[in-house]
């Protein structure tokens, strides 16, 4: 590492690395502050005169057109996908929560084969689950409603909870749990009072990590909601075919819809490889 | 009775069984140590006697009230652990008052008794700081407060003076007998140190492998221990134990070995196979070479408190340890053996106490 | 002795041995709910089953199975999707232990870095081929005039049957290569520093150290990773969907888009679960090593704690 020819290259190769990663996030950002005439410019260029007009057709709802005015409801898509995040994740807390707790602190027959018949459901085929679901849900009545598809995105949130916050039942030691027992309080007020509060930063970080991933789902509302229940991630694809769509507008959809994600994970940044490892690696 | 008594209490951890069926009483007022060796079980006889482990079998009665089948919270008791268990997001004083706003005490009567429980331990200074922010022996004392917080008839400390610095260990030792007794309460302490169940036991029940081995006065187990195993386990450096020729005399037992031959009256057995000789090292009196007796060779000494520990090589090859006052010999010198102040006599196939000697002095012509 | 008492219990009946099911009973049903649906795909793969024509219901064993035997579309799907999965996962298991190595001591600027490459990670897998797509777009896209720049005027991206398959690995490169990345560098941390400090003063070459410690103490982590990628690249669908819905023709018809076509365009359900019982079977026995794999590793880190 002292050698000064291995300092450049690793300095070039990371230099390389970055401009890889770093440079699509940047392009689009600067293209949705062009406009039409700019991004079209060939070869493309570096000076422009940044607008603001993509954002503000997408916000107001109004996109002026060739053809007319076009209605959008980028507006609501943002506002579906934070609606379907949060209540998935709020969801998750309240049913994993105590389950990751059951699984930490009691060896109870039939235990490790539900936490483990949980976590398969990571892996297994959604579409296989959400094609005779579209079916059942017309069935149920569920088709199309918010409520089925917060059900639905259990099997993304539920797991990441289940098992991150497993991890941090684990770690703490139970016989704090059991001193209070002893000072006479009950199990409920065991739970709240002190479990929960001590595993507080983990199930923080499970929660973060499981809307994140909420927010980039695209199979589970593609196949189950139609475009009024449409999260950000399936009405930007819709976006690019709808007639009369301006370039600029696109990328501006992107960057708002990619901001929310990418902001938390820069502040979750700390408990991203347990998560993403479901618990299995402590970053 | 008031206290508590605890009968066939048996704990399963999977196949293995923990606890094979304890019993013992504790009146109010006593503190029991119960001693013994890691893995021996005291940690889960103790969990099992609060209900946070749940016993298979057995009865728990405090103050002539079963309580075997109530959850940890309607169990009347107070609980130290081992590494404290203080709730790392409360104050020193929450932790202190947790037992009292269990009991729904109001406001003023909580800040009435933490703060007397902590005056009383000397950690009233450091009640507005989180656990992280104590040393570990203001930890202890904290957790210790809190079990004592809410006057609770027994008490069950689980080897407190563990994971304190040497000191205050030595500290706590000659504070906490009176302390103990002041709360009437009965006390179960748990520990591996002879020495603090020496300090601290009104009785002391030896347990190994989920049975108990012993139970009797501190200075009855050190003394005349009922077994070979308690004889190895209670005690440092432990008691010598020899392989011994019995010799009969007109009215008693004589058992030789490595120049000392204690007389045992109460023995009616004359013939035995290499009984083992049980004498504390301190009770193997040792004399200049020069009065006679059987000559040893100190192989080694070390120092131990203001005694020191003599290995020797008794005339007839049996290694030994004595410890005597006063200044150390040199290794590689001789002393003499003239006898031992005290002995135990074992059977070598069951490890059964035999026999005590009598309290004369023998010395072997 | 005590003034004051604990409150006499209500019951004496101990909630202990029911408590554990209680808790989590909830999230077991929740996710019950979803195995029902699981079973319907199983029974429909099984049946000749066309939502425009519901009177040919009928159950034909294993004929949907056996007729992907003789079908070349089938066949392609397979091939696609196993060159797929095998071009993304060696060559982000390749960059991404590459830049796990680079990264590796705990610099702040290191630090700075690997959490920069993860924003890619945080992309929605669809946005990020949206993102690609308004990039190689032939119009205005940039990296369509970088590649014209090198004399590949022609050259068409996703809309072009030979190099489609390219650029969705690109974007899945992308998105991905930083997850694999990530856990590597948090491997090749919580490695115990001595061997390597051992082989350094030995001046053992780093070649050699590389080969025959690094590597295979940091197998582990590398495996899961892999298998977890595995999984995934298997089942992929966001990027693919999001590019070019299978196509063009169907160069990129993977597991889960040809599902996904026969089931809405072609309206087939038994052909389409079909297709996903065949992918259900991979991933199961993917899935199975893996969580073995992942609950060593989660062990270990138990046992580290």
């Known amino acids: 590492m002292r050698e000064p020819i291995t300092r450049i290259l690793r300095g070039s190769a990371l230099a390389l690395i970055l401009l890889f990663f770093l440079f699509p996030i940047l392009w689009i950002l600067l293209m949705s502050f062009q406009t039409n005439a700019d991004i079209l410019r060939i070869p493309p260029r570096l000076g422009f005169t940044p607008t603001l007009s993509n954002y503000v057709a997408l916000l107001s709802g109004k996109l002026a057109t060739s053809s007319g005015t076009l209605d959008i409801t980028f507006l609501r898509n943002l506002g579906n996908s934070l609606l379907l995040s949060v209540a998935s994740v709020a969801a998750s807390l309240v049913l994993g929560v105590p389950a990751a707790y059951a699984f930490a602190r009691y060896r109870f027959r039939l235990g490790e084969s539900i936490a483990f018949t949980l976590l398969s459901f990571r892996f297994a085929p959604p579409l296989l689950v959400l094609l005779p679901l579209s079916l059942y849900f017309q069935i149920l009545g569920l088709t199309d409603t918010y409520g089925g598809l917060i059900w639905v995105y259990q099997l993304i949130t539920l797991p990441l909870i289940l098992w991150i916050v497993r991890g941090y039942f684990e770690d703490a030691s139970p016989d704090i749990e059991h001193a209070y027992r002893v000072d006479g309080h009950s199990w409920w007020r065991t739970f709240t009072r002190i479990a929960v509060p001590l595993a507080r930063p983990g199930i923080a970080a499970a929660g973060l990590l499981a809307f994140i991933f909420a927010w980039n789902n695209f199979v589970f509302a593609l196949v189950l909601a139609s475009a009024d229940k449409q999260p950000v991630t399936v009405g930007a694809l819709a976006f690019v075919t709808a007639a009369g769509i301006q370039y600029g507008q696109i990328a501006a959809a992107i960057v708002l819809s990619i901001l929310p994600t990418l902001a938390l994970a820069l502040y979750a940044q700390r408990w991203l490889v347990e998560g993403l490892s479901l618990g299995a690696v402590k970053g | ?365 | 002795m005590s003034d004051f008492a604990l409150p006499v219990p209500a019951k004496r009946w101990r909630v202990g041995r029911l408590l554990p099911y209680l808790l989590s009973l909830p999230s077991l049903l929740v996710c019950v709910g979803i195995v029902i649906p699981f079973v319907a795909s199983a029974i429909y793969s099984l049946q000749r089953y066309n939502l425009a024509f519901p009177t040919g219901r009928a159950f034909i064993g294993f004929g949907n199975y056996i007729s992907f035997l003789s079908d070349p579309s089938f066949w392609n799907t397979v091939e696609v999707s196993i060159i797929y999965t095998a071009a993304t996962v060696g060559i982000e298991l390749l960059l991404g232990l590459a830049i796990a190595m680079l990264l590796r001591e705990r610099t702040f600027i290191n630090n700075v870095i690997s959490v920069v490459l993860m924003l890619p990670l945080m992309t929605a897998p669809a946005l990020a081929s949206l993102m690609w797509k308004l990039m190689t777009n032939p119009g205005f896209g940039v990296l369509s005039w970088a590649v014209s720049l090198i004399g590949l005027s022609n050259f068409k991206w996703a809309s072009d049957p030979h190099t489609a398959m390219l650029t969705v690995v690109l974007v899945d490169i992308w998105v991905y290569t930083p997850f694999i990345m990530i856990l590597l560098l948090a491997g090749l941390r919580s490695l115990p520093p001595a061997p390597f400090e051992a082989a350094q003063l030995d001046g053992v070459p780093g070649r050699f150290v590389f080969f025959r410690v690094t590597l295979p103490m940091l197998s582990p982590f590398i495996v899961t990773a892999c298998l977890f990628r595995l999984l995934d690249s298997i089942q992929q669908f966001d990027i693919i969907y999001a590019m070019t819905q299978g196509g063009p023709g169907d160069s990129l018809m993977v597991f889960q888009v040809g599902a996904y076509l026969e089931f809405f365009q072609y309206t087939n359900v038994g052909r389409s679960a079909a297709l996903l019982m065949v992918l259900w079977v991979i991933t199961y026995f993917l899935s199975d090593r893996f969580v073995r794999q992942w609950h060593k590793l989660r062990e270990r880190r138990q046992g580290h704690a």
């Open chain 2, 1 to 365: 009775m008031s206290g508590l008594e605890i009968s066939g209490i048996r704990v399963r951890f999977g196949h293995a069984e923990v606890l094979r069926g304890i019993d013992c009483r504790v009146a109010a007022g006593e503190t029991v140590v119960l001693f013994g060796p890691s893995g021996a079980g005291k940690t889960t006889l103790l969990r099992a006697i609060a209900g946070v482990e749940p016993a298979a079998s057995g009865v728990v009665r405090i103050d002539g009230r079963e309580v075997q089948d109530l959850e940890p919270e309607h169990r009347p008791l107070g609980m130290a652990f081992q590494n404290f268990s203080l709730y790392p997001h409360l104050s020193a004083y929450e932790n202190i008052a947790s037992p009292l706003r269990a009991r729904r005490l109001r406001t003023p009567e909580i800040e009435i008794k933490v703060r007397r429980v902590a005056d009383l331990l000397r950690i009233d200074h450091v009640l507005g700081h989180l656990p992280r922010e104590l040393s570990n022996g203001q930890k202890q004392r904290t957790a210790l407060a809190r079990a004592l917080v809410a006057e609770p008839p027994v008490l069950l400390l689980d080897d407190p003076l563990r994971n304190v610095d040497a000191k205050l260990r030595y500290e706590m030792r000659l504070e906490l007998p009176p302390l103990l007794r002041k709360t009437g309460a009965a006390v179960i302490f748990v520990t591996q140190d002879f020495r603090e169940a020496m300090a601290l036991a009104d009785r002391v029940v030896v347990l190994r492998e989920g049975a108990v081995l012993q139970d009797a006065p501190a200075e009855e187990v050190y003394g005349a221990p009922a077994s070979v195993p308690v004889a190895q386990l209670f005690g440092d450096p432990p008691m010598n134990l020899l392989s011994a020729r019995l010799v009969q005399e007109d009215n008693r037992v004589r058992a030789e070995a490595a120049g000392m031959a204690p007389g045992f009256p109460d023995l009616d057995i004359t013939r035995m196979e290499a009984p083992l000789l049980g004498v504390r090292p301190e009770d193997v009196l040792l004399a200049s070479p020069a009065t006679g007796g059987a000559h040893a060779e100190i192989l080694a000494v070390t120092p131990l408190h203001e005694r020191c520990v003599l290995l020797l090589r008794a005339a007839d090859g049996t290694e030994l340890v004595a410890s005597m006052a006063g200044a150390a010999p040199d290794p590689g010198t001789f002393v003499s053996i003239a006898g031992a102040r005290h002995a135990v006599l074992f059977d070598p196939a069951s490890g059964r106490r035999l026999a005590i000697s009598d309290a004369r002095t023998e010395v072997v012509a």
